[in-house]
């Protein structure tokens, strides 16, 4: 069978570009290529093209791993995306990567990119772990191992915070002004967190380079959902048959998408708002709305649903106790946020709920649970810290920090066991030891930048999470969800 390369290879009732991709040049580099980026960023970069044109088609690049570009290249760049609702599916295939590149194997032409001045953005999402970020400090986790290498060589940086110094370096050196940084990670304050990593790297690699980023660099915050699955053979196989053609890069994910950004880009931007991104003074209140809601109940039937052996979100979501936690996450973490003009909040968790049961999406609980070090105190207990400081109840943070920790011990009610997929596994490992649940969670919560100071010297929530984890190690996650829910 064809394998997909140009938009005329396709059948009339499949949507592609509604412009010449070959026609536009690039003037975006994301760092991050995976699943979601595609899905989000170069979706509304297509809208953009389409509606007002211009030079933005994107370079996408993988740090770490080859295969995006094998997938892309022999493509011309071109894929898939399957949207899926609980109407039906509908394939729609995306021109705006322009190129694909992998950071470890082709980092002459990654610097390159970086360094052209047609090069106006860098996009970025290579999730929480991929910064090399020290929580407390808010500069570089000197043990992180990209930040090591790149400390021991900054001239051939292997890390995202290596890499853009270095870039900026030498366009500072050749005149060329600074590219616009754009996080799209689910950070809190994404773009002040970036800024001051860059700065940081740059006080040990580039003295001389601290105040032109400081001074000259834009950092514009953003906010991004939509929720996109792993792919599997059989998204692959799904878009064979709608395309008609073979698509080794191609990825689904949900129907809704949203993009919330700060409009701060000197040297321009692409028309995103044409794919419905909006543009605000200050993206604070969205993100806190998507990190506490959606990212805060999603890790919690993450835990809960995969301990309690549903595979898919939308199978926790089936489970009448599990859907009644949901809905109480939501409503618990809606009540830690302020007023939010323009946004009925719950609308929002409706909304939400009514997304995670989408029956079309096969969204697995375990891909959802990694990183959990990364994602908790965003999620999870910086919300808790906000509820026990406004007098309101804890339970709904309590359990879902109970399911975590009951996660990292490691291994099922039967026994079974699975990787945590964790910066932090070694440390994990060594804290998930014994049978006594408030040891285990003593263990847990002295780990360095993990639970607010908050949390840790408040009698109530300890007995609060330490009551909900012995359930769950005692009797197992079922008879725990069935406890919680009555």
């Known amino acids: 069978m064809t394998r997909l390369g140009t938009p005329d290879s396709l059948p009339g009732t499949v949507a592609r570009p509604g412009y010449a991709p070959s026609a536009h040049g690039a003037g975006i580099v994301?760092?991050?290529?995976?699943?979601?980026?595609?899905?989000?960023?170069?979706?509304?970069?297509?809208?953009?093209?389409?509606?007002?044109?211009?030079?933005?088609?994107?370079?996408?690049?993988?740090?770490?791993?080859?295969?995006p570009a094998e997938e892309l290249t022999p493509q011309n760049g071109l894929y898939t995306v399957i949207e899926r609702d609980v109407d039906g599916s509908r394939a729609r295939v995306i021109g705006a990567l322009a190129r694909a590149l992998c950071a470890r194997t082709d980092a002459q032409a990654v610097m390159a990119a970086l360094c052209a001045p047609e090069t106006r953005i860098v996009t970025i999402t290579v999730t929480e772990k991929g910064y090399g970020l020290d929580r407390a400090?808010?500069?570089?986790?000197?043990?992180?191992?990209?930040?090591?290498?790149?400390?021991?060589?900054?001239?051939v940086p292997q890390g995202l915070a290596g890499l853009l110094v270095r870039a900026l370096a030498l366009r500072h050196a050749a005149a060329v002004p600074p590219f616009t940084v754009l996080s799209c990670d689910n950070l809190p304050d994404n773009g002040a967190l970036t800024r001051s990593l860059l700065i940081d790297m740059a006080r040990?690699?580039?003295?001389?380079?601290?105040?032109?980023?400081?001074?000259?660099?834009?950092?514009?915050?953003?906010?991004?959902?939509?929720?996109?699955?792993?792919?599997?053979?059989?998204?692959?196989?799904?878009?064979?048959?709608?395309?008609?053609?073979?698509?080794?890069?191609?990825?689904?994910?949900?129907s809704f998408r949203q993009w919330v950004i700060e409009d701060r880009f000197p040297t321009g931007r692409p028309a995103w708002q044409a794919g419905g991104a909006l543009f605000v003074p200050e993206v604070r209140p969205f993100e806190l709305m998507k990190l506490r809601m959606l990212n805060g109940a999603h890790s919690m039937l993450a835990y809960a649903g995969f301990l309690a052996g549903h595979r898919y979100v939308r199978d926790v979501m089936a489970d009448p106790a599990l859907a009644r936690l949901v809905e109480r996450h939501l409503r618990a973490a809606a009540g830690t946020l302020d007023p939010l003009p323009g946004v009925d909040l719950d609308g929002y968790a409706q909304a939400l709920s009514r997304r995670f049961a989408n029956p079309h999406l096969g969204h697995e609980t375990y891909q959802i649970a990694m990183d959990g070090t990364q994602k908790l105190p965003q999620r999870i207990l910086a919300p808790a810290a906000e509820a026990l400081r406004r007098g309101q109840p804890l339970d709904a943070f309590a359990f879902a920090s109970a399911a975590w920790m009951r996660y990292t011990l490691g291994r099922q009610d039967d026994g079974t066991g699975y990787a945590l997929r964790d910066p932090r596994e070694d440390d994990l490992?060594?804290?998930?030891?014994?049978?006594?649940?408030?040891?285990?969670?003593?263990?847990?919560?002295?780990?360095?930048?993990?639970?607010?100071?908050?949390?840790?010297?408040?009698?109530?929530?300890?007995?609060?999470?330490?009551?909900?984890?012995?359930?769950m190690m005692r009797q197992g996650m079922p008879a725990a969800l069935i406890a919680e829910a009555d």
């Not at 919560?445 to 012995?470: H, I, K, N, Q, Y």
């Open 429 to 471: 490992r060594a804290a998930a030891q014994g049978e006594d649940a408030g040891a285990l969670y003593d263990r847990l919560a002295r780990l360095p930048g993990l639970m607010p100071e908050a949390l840790t010297a408040a009698p109530d929530w300890r007995a609060a999470v330490v009551s909900r984890l012995d359930v």
């Open 137 to 155: 400090t808010g500069g570089i986790d000197r043990s992180h191992p990209a930040i090591i290498a790149d400390l021991a060589a900054p001239e």
């Open 204 to 254: 040990h690699v580039a003295p001389d380079l601290v105040d032109h980023i400081a001074t000259r660099v834009a950092f514009p915050g953003s906010m991004v959902d939509r929720i996109t699955p792993a792919r599997t053979p059989a998204t692959l196989a799904l878009a064979q048959e709608m395309t008609g053609v073979e698509d080794h890069a191609a990825i689904e994910a949900e």
């Open 30 to 67: 994301h760092i991050g290529l995976g699943a979601f980026h595609k899905a989000h960023q170069a979706v509304y970069t297509d809208d953009a093209l389409t509606a007002e044109g211009g030079d933005w088609r994107i370079i996408g690049v993988s740090l770490r791993s080859p295969e």
